[in-house]
């Protein structure tokens, strides 16, 4: 069968940072455990999130210029979770789209937490 869109197996989100060492404690607290492989030097991933994974990578040009944004089904579980870490979300803001709130991993990329509205079947 012939296809004209790609076929999505999962997505990786990916931040860049200069200081590997530091942003591997930073990412294992925001992702509650260790990544799941560092498979090359100055990349760690976290792999099988609900079709998703996160990686960070070592790239000194391009560090701290990422946005992600994760989607979790309650974002008040995830803040009290991340707040035990010592990791604050700021900016929370709630509407019809749901509530999203933000943090900053220590060299400046942006990480949105988002969570639908309870309209949405997955939620």
């Known amino acids: 069968m012939t296809t004209t869109s790609i076929t999505v197996q999962s997505i990786f989100a990916s931040a860049t940072v200069s200081n590997f060492d530091e942003a591997l404690i930073w990412y294992e ?3 509650g455990r260790p990544a799941d ?9 976290w792999r099988n999130m609900g079709g998703a994974g996160l990686q960070v990578w070592k790239d000194d040009k391009r560090a701290g210029n ?4 994760i989607v979790v089904p309650e974002l008040e579980v ?17 509407g019809d789209f749901g509530a999203v709130a933000q943090l900053f991993d220590d060299e400046g990329n942006r990480i949105n937490l988002a969570e639908p509205p309870k309209r949405f079947a997955n939620n």
């Open 29 to 31: 607290k925001l992702m």
């Open 78 to 94: 995830e803040l009290e979770r991340l707040s035990r870490q010592g990791l604050q979300l700021t900016n929370r803001v709630e």
């Open 66 to 69: 990422g946005i992600i944004t």
């Open 37 to 45: 492989s560092k498979p090359i030097p100055g990349m760690a991933q």
